[in-house]
């Protein structure tokens, strides 16, 4: 692909690189260019590794008889769309300095997964992985695009060669040549229902385009293909997803994977649904969400309590008002459309160590990456304070190296405040028990007559007897051994029947998260131009532990989200290179862009495996702003473009048509 490095060069100054750059010469024998994501996955196309096919990867889930549902159906109704290429847009750019140490490798890189990263450059050059640190300072964004291991492996290879400290830090438009930006997709979804809206049965054929080279789609590909059922019961089901080699810079995750390609495609095949069959599309929703106690595509039970209704019902009110206060001194016609979704609080491995001090102060001891959702520097050290009975600023964070702290999956996939506080709520619990142990033997009492708060350990009984947290834990150190644990977590796995499952590897939600937006919209009819006026977004994502932090996910996936709908396409030219790859030309939503108004509902719930109740809500805000939009779109028109994303221009020749 373009872009692709077919050499490295060290020099002491970025001049003496360049000049030397410009020296080597490549040989490349020409072969067929295969670019278009449709074209590359037919039969007979040429193939981008030469003897490989191009389809890399196929995921497949199989419920019931579709054929006989599809048979014997009052009607079927077919909806294809189209999505684009996206990039993380984060401002901080890649970059890596690696260092050899006496018999092993010390990086210092942004990046979301550090033990990942860890873990691959001890395969690549057989190295005990204790012999490698990674260091993170802070990360400038991530949204998925840090995940994977970059440059790492060459800026080591390259220090292990010369025995030097050797850095790179990318340019803009080499960082968005090279990343792993947001796959483009063609997503076809067909459901045969009843006289009264019943989904009966749907299939599901989706292309999702891989680039030169297989990152993470695999595990994408079944993402996919799990999620074209949307929050809805549908009893039987063949859902296809193929992962597709092009010629183009390799795709990865990107903040929610294949979320809003899947969420754009099933809500507005809902909104065909509705208007096929002359029904409300709220009332068709309504009739059709998954209940407690069903199964899912995948075949696992719900056992969480099933919130999307509440959340439609909250937004659909808003809109209401929006509709109700709209001014009359605009010419622009207006529009207001909503979508639903579900998503996951995955809950991959995750480890975390508490220490207690004489003092009676904490340190935390964690893996994870801060990468601005405020968890992993906020969140977490006030779960511990909370638990412990202390102020949070007796609480002090150890993190940002894999020597100093335990293993932790990542940052990603709504998973840091869900599996990581598990981890740590596992540790500090532990902490609890050896304090209740010590301060039992010195109160007198049993350990569960015990409780800890205001920096004291008290008894509960009448007398309220009391110790300084800080003499028991002296009082601990001394007689039984510091007091110190660490936790560990990894979600349990659930039980699956009654579906087919050939590949897929990601069909559980195990703790689900229940998700709806609405917008109102306004569309400049000369211009083609759309402006977001109001935004009401409701989640159910368990007891919410930060406000703040969690309006803040919230607004921020939400202008995401928005950018990916109307602003922001990845561009390739016809060789499959990167046509603009800087800010000034791949287009973000400013300040200029986003909504007056972003109204911020969470439903009251409580997550039954979560850390005190909490579910994730790092990805959800940013998978549902596409669909809302074109549902604010057929509001307005009666229909709405098939196609991402809703740009001036395309609207514009939508209008025409």
Same mark, same amino acid.
């Given at each position: /692909?373009?872009? =692709?490095?077919?050499?490295?060069?060290?020099?002491?100054?970025?001049?003496?690189?360049?000049?030397?750059?410009?020296?080597?010469?490549?040989?490349?024998?020409?072969?067929?260019?295969?670019? #278009?994501?449709?074209?590359?996955?037919?039969?007979?196309?040429?193939?981008?590794?030469?003897?490989?096919?191009?389809?890399?990867?196929?995921?497949?889930?199989?419920?019931? #008889?579709?054929?006989?549902?599809?048979?014997?159906?009052?009607?079927?109704?077919?909806?294809?769309?189209?999505?684009?290429?996206?990039?993380?847009?984060?401002?901080?750019?890649?970059?890596?300095?690696?260092?050899?140490?006496?018999?092993?490798?010390?990086?210092?890189?942004?990046?979301?997964?550090?033990?990942?990263?860890?873990?691959?450059? *001890?395969?690549?050059?057989?190295?005990?992985? *204790?012999?490698?640190?990674?260091?993170?300072?802070?990360?400038?964004?991530?949204?998925? +695009?840090?995940?994977?291991?970059?440059?790492?492996?060459?800026?080591?290879?390259?220090?292990? !060669?010369?025995?030097?400290?050797?850095?790179?830090?990318?340019?803009? +438009?080499?960082?968005?040549?090279?990343?792993?930006?947001?796959?483009?997709?063609?997503?076809?979804?067909?459901?045969?229902?009843?006289?009264?809206?019943?989904?009966?049965?749907?299939?599901?054929?989706?292309?999702?385009?891989?680039?030169?080279?297989?990152?993470?789609?695999?595990?994408?590909?079944?993402?996919?293909?799990? /999620?074209?059922?949307?929050?809805? /019961?549908? =009893?039987?089901?063949?859902?296809?997803?193929?992962?597709?080699?092009?010629?183009?810079?390799? @795709?990865?995750?990107?903040?929610?994977?294949?979320?809003?390609?899947?969420?754009?495609?099933?809500?507005?095949?809902?909104? #065909?649904?509705?208007?096929?069959?002359?029904?409300?599309?709220? =009332?068709?929703?309504?009739?059709?969400?998954?209940?407690?106690?069903?199964?899912?595509?995948?075949?696992?039970?719900?056992? !969480?309590?099933?919130?999307?209704?509440?959340?439609?019902?909250?937004?659909?009110?808003?809109?209401?008002?929006?509709?109700? =206060?709209?001014?009359?001194?605009?010419?622009?016609?207006?529009?207001?459309?909503?979508?639903? @979704?579900?998503?996951?609080?995955?809950?991959?491995?995750?480890?975390?160590?508490?220490?207690?001090?004489?003092?009676?102060?904490?340190?935390?001891?964690?893996?994870?990456?801060?990468?601005?959702?405020?968890?992993?520097?906020?969140?977490?050290?006030?779960?511990?304070?909370?638990?412990?009975?202390?102020?949070?600023?007796?609480?002090?964070?150890?993190?940002?190296? @894999?020597?100093?702290?335990?293993?932790?999956?990542?940052?990603?996939?709504?998973?840091?405040?869900?599996?990581?506080?598990?981890?740590?709520?596992?540790?500090?619990?532990?902490?609890?028990?050896?304090?209740?142990?010590?301060?039992?033997?010195?109160?007198?009492? !049993?350990?569960?007559?015990?409780?800890?708060? #205001?920096?004291?350990?008290?008894?509960?009984?009448?007398?309220?007897?009391?110790?300084?947290?800080?003499?028991?834990?002296?009082?601990?150190?001394?007689?039984?051994?510091?007091?110190?644990?660490?936790?560990?977590?990894? !979600? %349990?796995?659930?039980?699956?029947?009654?579906?087919?499952?050939?590949?897929?590897?990601?069909?559980?939600?195990?703790?689900?998260?229940?998700?709806?937006?609405?917008?109102?919209?306004?569309?400049?009819?000369?211009?083609?131009?759309?402006?977001?006026?109001?935004?009401?977004?409701?989640?159910?994502? +368990?007891?919410?532990?930060?406000?703040?932090?969690?309006?803040?996910?919230?607004?921020?996936?939400?202008?995401?989200?928005?950018?990916?709908?109307?602003?922001?396409?990845?561009?390739?030219?016809?060789?499959?290179?990167?046509?603009?790859?800087?800010?000034?030309?791949?287009?973000?939503?400013?300040?200029?862009?986003?909504?007056?108004?972003?109204? @911020?509902?969470?439903?009251?719930? /409580? %997550?039954?495996?979560?850390?005190?109740?909490?579910?994730?809500?790092?990805?959800?805000?940013?998978?549902?702003?596409?669909?809302?939009?074109?549902?604010?779109?057929?509001?307005?028109?009666?229909?709405?473009?098939?196609?991402?994303?809703?740009?001036?221009?395309?609207?514009?020749?939508?209008?025409?048509?």
């Amino acid at each position: /692909y373009v872009g =692709e490095p077919l050499a490295m060069i060290a020099a002491t100054s970025l001049s003496a690189a360049r000049r030397a750059a410009r020296l080597v010469e490549a040989e490349i024998e020409p072969a067929p260019f295969v670019i #278009d994501l449709v074209q590359a996955a037919e039969p007979g196309a040429p193939s981008v590794h030469g003897d490989r096919p191009n389809v890399l990867d196929t995921a497949r889930i199989r419920r019931g #008889d579709v054929d006989a549902a599809f048979r014997d159906a009052f009607k079927v109704v077919t909806t294809r769309v189209e999505t684009q290429r996206v990039h993380q847009g984060y401002l901080e750019p890649r970059g890596v300095t690696a260092a050899p140490t006496g018999d092993g490798l010390s990086l210092i890189m942004s990046t979301q997964q550090p033990f990942g990263v860890r873990q691959v450059l *001890s395969e690549l050059f057989d190295i005990p992985m *204790s012999r490698i640190e990674i260091t993170v300072p802070a990360v400038g964004g991530g949204f998925g +695009g840090k995940l994977h291991v970059g440059f790492a492996p060459h800026v080591a290879a390259m220090a292990l !060669a010369t025995r030097r400290p050797v850095q790179l830090i990318c340019e803009r +438009g080499e960082d968005m040549r090279t990343g792993s930006p947001r796959e483009n997709s063609v997503v076809e979804l067909s459901t045969a229902v009843d006289a009264a809206g019943k989904f009966l049965a749907r299939k599901a054929d989706i292309l999702l385009d891989s680039g030169a080279y297989a990152l993470d789609i695999q595990a994408l590909n079944s993402i996919a293909a799990f /999620y074209a059922t949307g929050p809805y /019961y549908i =009893e039987n089901l063949d859902l296809l997803s193929r992962a597709v080699y092009t010629h183009t810079c390799p @795709t990865g995750s990107f903040r929610g994977p294949t979320g809003p390609q899947m969420v754009f495609a099933g809500e507005t095949h809902v909104n #065909d649904i509705a208007e096929a069959l002359g029904l409300d599309a709220t =009332e068709l929703r309504r009739r059709n969400f998954i209940q407690k106690g069903q199964r899912g595509p995948g075949g696992e039970e719900i056992t !969480a309590e099933v919130t999307v209704a509440a959340c439609m019902d909250a937004v659909t009110e808003r809109l209401k008002a929006f509709r109700a =206060e709209a001014p009359k001194d605009d010419p622009r016609p207006r529009g207001y459309g909503l979508a639903c @979704t579900w998503w996951n609080s995955i809950g991959t491995p995750s480890s975390a160590q508490v220490e207690m001090h004489e003092d009676g102060s904490a340190t935390l001891s964690s893996g994870g990456t801060e990468i601005g959702t405020s968890v992993i520097s906020t969140t977490l050290p006030a779960i511990v304070a909370e638990v412990l009975g202390i102020a949070p600023e007796m609480v002090t964070l150890n993190n940002g190296s @894999t020597r100093n702290a335990p293993f932790e999956s990542g940052s990603r996939g709504s998973r840091t405040l869900f599996s990581t506080g598990n981890a740590t709520l596992k540790a500090v619990n532990q902490i609890v028990a050896q304090i209740k142990e010590e301060a039992a033997e010195l109160l007198g009492v !049993a350990p569960e007559n015990l409780v800890l708060r #205001d920096g004291r350990v008290e008894t509960a009984a009448p007398g309220n007897a009391s110790l300084p947290l800080k003499d028991v834990i002296v009082s601990a150190k001394m007689r039984s051994g510091p007091v110190v644990a660490a936790g560990r977590y990894r !979600a %349990a796995q659930v039980a699956v029947s009654g579906s087919q499952l050939d590949n897929a590897r990601m069909a559980r939600l195990g703790e689900p998260t229940f998700h709806c937006q609405g917008v109102e919209i306004a569309l400049d009819p000369e211009t083609g131009r759309i402006e977001v006026l109001r935004v009401v977004a409701a989640h159910d994502i +368990g007891k919410v532990l930060n406000p703040v932090a969690a309006r803040g996910q919230v607004e921020g996936g939400v202008v995401q989200g928005i950018g990916y709908a109307i602003y922001e396409n990845l561009e390739t030219d016809k060789t499959g290179g990167v046509r603009n790859g800087n800010f000034h030309d791949y287009r973000m939503p400013t300040i200029k862009d986003i909504p007056a108004s972003i109204e @911020t509902i969470f439903i009251d719930s /409580y %997550a039954a495996t979560g850390p005190l109740g909490a579910k994730g809500i790092g990805e959800p805000p940013v998978i549902i702003p596409a669909a809302a939009i074109g549902s604010a779109l057929r509001d307005m028109l009666g229909r709405q473009p098939k196609s991402l994303p809703f740009d001036a221009a395309a609207m514009a020749s939508f209008l025409e048509a």
